[in-house]
């Protein structure tokens, strides 16, 4: 086989629905689950995965490093909300709306519906990075107050 072409005969990476792992850093008031990752198939550049948000529930503040996140609506009515000249922005979404969160952007995701909020995530690194913050407007590292239901 000519070394050009090695990379023509890997073998693809399969996670079924219910192997998705939840080993992956989790915030306050969601549950993330992995199902491409460099631990779970071998990828390089890419992590997917779900994540939930219940009923009335909101996450912690977090961001999510060098990585490029995009977000994919598959059920619910999550918003996001983050900081746009010092104010709370907040993106209403529903079924099949995508989101796009830029690198180090602090944000959180809040469900103010009764019915879990389920997204599809597709990040642009190996592993989920994830930074639990105090606040929006604050990089501490350490993990803020239990998450409360959306006003």
């Known amino acids: 086989m000519a070394d050009g072409t090695a990379a023509w005969h890997k073998a693809l990476g399969h996670t079924p629905h ?7 850093t989790q915030s ?7 199902g491409i990752s460099g ?4 990828s ?9 948000v219940h009923g009335g529930m909101r996450s912690q503040d977090h961001h999510h490093g060098d990585s ?15 900081l746009e ?3 709370e922005r907040r993106i209403l979404t529903k079924a099949g709306d995508y989101v796009y969160v830029p690198p180090f ?3 959180r995701e809040e469900n103010p519906g ?24 604050e990089w501490e590292v350490e993990p803020g107050p239990p998450p409360t239901p959306p006003s």
């Not at 219910?18 to 992956?24: G, K, P, Q, R, V």
């Open 28 to 34: 306050p008031g969601m549950q993330r689950f992995e």
């Open 68 to 82: 490029e996140t995009g977000i994919y609506i598959v059920s619910g009515n999550p918003v996001f909300v983050f």
């Open 18 to 24: 219910e192997e998705l792992s939840t080993a992956t």
């Open 39 to 42: 631990r779970l198939t071998d």
């Open 114 to 137: 009764p019915e879990d909020a389920v997204v599809v995530l597709a990040r642009t690194t190996q592993e989920a990075i994830v930074v639990n913050l105090r606040s929006l407007s």
């Open 105 to 107: 952007v602090p944000h």
């Open 44 to 52: 390089v550049g890419l992590w997917m995965g779900e994540n939930h």
């Open 85 to 87: 000249g010092g104010q």
